[in-house]
């Protein structure tokens, strides 16, 4: 599957920004979809996933409670509402596809979207 992602931008400290993902084809709902982040100088790290039907999510210690993953099956697309919104968050943003369950692990997603910025100033 092919994915697109958009919605990063240049917030001040405690703002909010919704990322969105759009994927291509139409067996985006077999897939677990992920978001992870990645500053510069540092490894990519799982930020949300959410099941294929959008049941259950899970998300990172760092922005629990302040970050929602959600889905719409019906326009392929995954979403991340980032709330409260600090300068540790400033990364770029990957989406990614899993034929697993809910993994937070980076070698079980098979497909990559290109990113998206997210600098958050303070």
Known sequence: VQLQASGGGLVQAGGSLRLSCVASGSTFSTYA???FR???GKEREFVAVISRRGEIADYADSVKGRFTISRDNAKNTVYLQ????KPEDTAGYYCAASLYGLPT???????????TQVTVSS
């Open 105 to 115: 692990a980076r070698d079980y997603y098979v497909d990559w979207g290109q990113g």
């Open 82 to 85: 980032m709330n409260s919104l």
């Open 33 to 35: 979809m992920g978001w």
């Open 38 to 40: 990645q500053a510069p």
